[in-house]
């Protein structure tokens, strides 16, 4: 197990000029049936530094989730390289590491939050035990322990205690989202990706899940990447902002700065349709 | 053609056109190599081609064609099923080895080289040079967690057990306990996962570090997997709900006066129920007044 605080929250990361991750010339490409070539994301390159939220915003089809899916190792990209400093010093692409590696690093050094629960989550393992899977995968091994820790985490995440040997199969969407959540934060992992987490949420509840969220990446200073087609998301949450369109990255820059002073055409557009 | 019966009945006549042993030389070498490989590999899963027998599958065949690679004129052969010599599946196997091979049976556990059981250890410690081969129904311990076969072979390589672990916390979540009380999954040499097949929680603690060669055979599922002399076999437990056998507190055999076995209970006439040790041959011993060493482990 990793050296923590007294508190399970790691210590804040002071030399931070060495990104976390480094992500060159990511690039997906899918075979159409007609056998033509359909660009997920192309050439996508980007740093994210600990401590910090970078947020993708786009819209469907702009290729931002897979980017996330590719990070997350869900589906292998045609090209490019990841490095993750925590993961084997830094030196391995992530898109060359071996099966072994590769579950460490989900395990590990990485998390996600889907949109949908039920890819994140075991519905037919209880709350307790979808959170315990990460810590047996580290070699937690004392029941008590993992009970305590898998009750932190949910009560971080303001999931009822008395909630946690139930299946979240029978759990709302906002309280499984929260689990899934929770889930991601077992193992302490050095990297947050959060997909389009609100989307499929009641307003109210997107409030509540998006104040948790926030609440949480102060107080542990967690690295994170949000994927969202929702700027009002990214305007919360994120430091800076990637701007996705066609598989593109077509600006970058600080939150606030591409929401006020939006320099391409289609930010903008994006912009003045969240604003009007 | 002729029936298994009239193979049985008469040996002379009915063998002409049988191999030694059933099995013809190809299969009896393939199932050695199987398990010469998996002497290597303790715990792993070596496929094989299972053959068809002239018993069902599922009723002992993975055992039986385990037995039957490995049996010599010179071996002394020995049926267990669950405990017991004597029942009709146990008997007509022995039979059947004994009179394909020349092979001489016996009860005795000690003086058995191969022991063929269903469900069971022998209480009686095993020596050096003895083979026991187990009958197999499900070979994949992954099996309740996962149910792609391609899945869990992938898992035991690269020793992903989290969601073998996960099945018992939530099993000790919901029930307080790990409930399963038969085929206790073991992890063996600190690397394989296994099924020990269905043997009580009460045999588990024999695996371990044993003298004797431990063969497991499963008929249906094509698979044939070892447990080596002297090879390190662990429960899968957590630090703070440690495995433990059954007991039986008080309690002893009604037949032998047995108290150092595994019992089994069964009705009465009069309503009520009695214990009996599971292994009819250490009952017998007790019976007779003989020393049985039944200390497994040292």
Redesign the interface.
């Known amino acids: 197990m990793e050296a923590l605080t007294e508190s399970g929250i790691r210590p804040p990361d002071t030399a931070a000029e060495q990104p976390l991750l480094r992500v060159k010339g990511l690039t997906k490409h899918y075979q159409s049936a007609s056998g033509g070539r359909i660009v997920a994301c192309e050439d996508v390159t980007f740093d994210v530094y600990p401590g910090e939220v970078l947020g993708i915003v786009g819209e469907s089809g702009s290729g931002k989730s897979t980017v996330l899916q590719c990070l997350f190792q869900d589906v292998m990209p045609t090209s490019g390289e990841a490095y993750l400093s925590s993961f084997l010093g830094g030196t391995r692409n992530l898109w060359e590491a071996d ?2 590696e590769r ?1 460490h690093l989900r ?1 590990h050094d990485m998390s996600m939050v889907y949109q949908n629960p039920r890819q994140g989550l075991n519905l037919m ?2 709350a ?2 979808n959170i ?2 990460r810590l ?2 580290a070699e937690w ?4 322990d ?1 009970r305590a820790k898998a009750s932190d985490y949910l009560s971080r995440t303001e999931v009822p205690l008395d909630r946690m ?1 139930d299946f979240p199969a029978f759990f709302s969407g906002g309280m499984q989202q929260r689990v899934q959540i929770a889930k991601a934060l077992a193992n302490n992992p050095a990297l947050v990706l959060l997909d389009e987490l609100t989307t499929g949420l009641d307003v109210s509840v997107q409030a509540g899940v998006l104040d948790l969220v926030r609440d949480i990446q102060h107080r542990l200073g967690m690295t994170a990447i949000v994927v969202s087609h929702d700027l009002g998301v990214i305007r919360l949450l994120a430091d800076r902002t990637l701007v996705m369109k066609d598989g593109h990255v077509v600006e970058a820059g600080l939150t606030d700065q591409i929401l006020e002073d939006p320099q391409h055409p289609y930010t903008q557009l994006l912009v003045n349709c969240v604003t009007h | 053609m002729s029936s298994v019966s009239t193979l049985l009945e008469d040996r002379g006549a009915a063998f002409a056109g049988y191999s030694f042993a059933f099995l013809d030389d190809m299969a009896k070498r393939e199932i050695r190599r199987a398990i010469l490989k998996g002497v290597a590999i303790p715990g792993h899963q070596v496929p094989f081609g299972s053959r068809e027998m002239p018993i069902a599958r599922g009723w002992g065949t993975g055992g039986l064609q385990l037995t039957l690679a490995l049996v010599g004129g010179s071996d002394v052969i020995k049926v267990i099923d669950q405990g017991d010599d004597a029942s009709v599946n146990a008997v007509n196997l022995r039979r059947l080895i004994a009179k394909t091979t020349g092979a001489t049976e016996t009860l005795d556990t000690a003086a058995a080289t191969l022991i063929q059981t269903r469900h069971r250890i022998p209480e009686e410690v095993m020596r050096e040079g003895q083979v026991l081969i187990l009958q197999v129904p499900i070979p994949e311990p992954l099996r309740l967690v996962e149910r792609s076969v391609a899945a869990a072979r992938s898992m035991h390589a690269e020793m992903d057990y989290s969601r073998m672990w996960l099945a018992l916390y939530e099993d000790i979540v919901r029930r307080g306990e790990v409930s399963a009380g038969a085929g206790y999954p073991v992890m063996v040499n600190g690397r394989f996962v296994m099924a020990p097949s269905p043997i009580p929680r009460w045999d588990i603690p024999k695996l371990d570090n044993a003298r004797c060669l431990f063969l497991f055979g499963a008929g249906r599922e094509k698979r044939i997997y070892v447990v080596p002399p002297f090879t390190k076999v662990e429960p899968l437990e957590f630090d703070d709900y440690p495995f433990d056998t059954e007991h039986f507190d008080g309690k002893e055999c009604a037949l032998s006066g047995a108290t150092n076995a595994y019992l089994v209970e069964s009705p009465t006439e009069d309503g009520g129920s009695r214990w009996t040790a599971s292994d009819t041959n250490y009952a017998d011993k007790v019976l007779a007044g003989q020393e049985v060493d039944t200390q497994w482990k040292r």
């Open positions: 099966r072994r579950r395990t393992v209880t307790g035990g315990a899977e047996l995968a091994r004392k029941v008590a993992i040997d």
